[in-house]
């Protein structure tokens, strides 16, 4: 039993979907989430300046936060930045794009499967990888969505531009009749009602959030590092960025207060 914290990060909000799962099925756990907003977008970012900032972001969670596990909420990170983390972080590091590719080639009774996510996820490989190395038969069909996560970050997650947006990027997906869609961007979740009702009734979304917070809990329960205390855990939120408005628009997707956010400066830890 360990009653430290899990570490979690994103570049904004979008880790926040993967939070509110983890919080649903391991309440007692203490969270420290940290949201990059002073450095998001990550997807339009070259891979390895997303990789020097998740390295960054993960050292800090576990030299000075003390964290037990860290979870990249992040898929832009995952893809560039998780063997990297797994290598030079002495805790267990969990990404998004394994347990997420995993739920989508469940969720499939066609074969034929989609994954978006930003211009940095999509144009890296991870899930075209991934996919191919889970199960090589299945067909599947990629898109990057630039200006989702935009749309999350201001806050408007349902409106006519949005949904004009999603009827062009999602057309390669819909022309490839996937019957299961995979969200690999953790922004998209909150963007579902416009995704479902693009591609239809009858396509599955998939959300790298709640497998991602099943393979945590897992992995504390395997390995012996779940918290034994009852009750709520401490949530403590950072921002890099505004505070205020992590504060406002968090509290807002994430349907919960977030309660006092803690400015992060990077430059005191260069
Ligand atoms: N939420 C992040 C992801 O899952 C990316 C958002 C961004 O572009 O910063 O990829």
Same mark, same amino acid.
């Given at each position: 039993m360990?009653?430290r914290?899990?570490g979690m ?6 880790g $926040?979907?993967?939070a ?8 007692? &756990?203490?969270i420290v989430? =940290?949201?990059?907003t002073g450095?998001?977008p990550?997807g ?12 960054q972001?993960?050292d800090?969670?576990?030299?000075d +936060?003390?964290v037990?596990?860290?979870v990249?909420? +992040?898929?832009?990170? #995952? ?5 990297? %983390? ?8 969990? @990404?998004?794009?394994e347990?997420g590719?995993?739920? %989508? ?7 034929? *499967?989609? =994954?978006?996510g930003?211009?940095g996820?999509?144009?890296? @490989?991870a ?5 191919a190395?889970l199960d090589p038969e299945?067909? $599947?069909t +990629?898109?990057? +969505?630039?200006?989702f996560?935009e749309?999350v970050?201001?806050g408007? *997650?349902e409106s &006519? ?8 990027? $999602?057309?390669?997906?819909k022309e490839a ?5 995979l969200l690999g961007?953790?922004?998209y979740?909150?963007?579902s009602r416009?995704?479902?009702e693009v591609m239809?009734?009858?396509?599955v979304?998939? #959300?790298?959030?709640d497998e991602t917070?099943?393979?945590?809990r897992?992995i504390l329960?395997e390995? @012996?590092?779940?918290a ?5 855990g401490?949530k403590?939120?950072y #921002?890099s960025?505004d ?5 406002d628009?968090?509290s807002?997707?994430f349907g919960?207060?977030l309660?006092?956010?803690i400015?992060l400066?990077? &430059?005191?830890?260069?």
């Amino acid at each position: 039993m360990d009653e430290r914290a899990i570490g979690m990060f994103d570049s904004g909000f979008g880790g $926040l979907s993967v939070a509110r799962a983890l919080i649903d099925l391991a309440p007692n &756990e203490d969270i420290v989430y =940290v949201g990059d907003t002073g450095r998001y977008p990550y997807g339009p970012r070259p891979l390895g300046e997303v990789r020097d900032y998740s390295l960054q972001i993960a050292d800090w969670l576990a030299d000075d +936060c003390g964290v037990k596990i860290i979870v990249v909420a +992040c898929n832009t990170a #995952s893809a560039a930045a998780l063997d990297l %983390l797994q290598s030079k972080i002495d805790v267990p590091v969990v @990404g998004v794009i394994e347990p997420g590719s995993r739920a %989508l080639l469940k969720a499939t009774q066609s074969g034929r *499967v989609g =994954v978006i996510g930003t211009v940095g996820t999509i144009s890296s @490989g991870a899930y075209q990888r991934e996919v191919a190395d889970l199960d090589p038969e299945k067909h $599947l069909t +990629c898109a990057a +969505c630039p200006g989702f996560v935009e749309f999350v970050e201001r806050g408007e *997650v349902e409106s &006519e531009q949005l949904a004009v947006l999603a009827e062009r990027l $999602l057309a390669p997906l819909k022309e490839a009749r996937i019957d299961s869609l995979l969200l690999g961007c953790t922004h998209y979740p909150f963007l579902s009602r416009t995704l479902l009702e693009v591609m239809g009734r009858d396509v599955v979304l998939v #959300s790298s959030a709640d497998e991602t917070a099943f393979e945590v809990r897992r992995i504390l329960n395997e390995s @012996g590092l779940a918290a034994a205390r009852k009750g709520i855990g401490k949530k403590a939120f950072y #921002s890099s960025g505004d505070t205020r408005w992590f504060h406002d628009m968090g509290s807002m997707l994430f349907g919960e207060d977030l309660g006092e956010v803690i400015p992060l400066r990077w &430059e005191d830890y260069e």
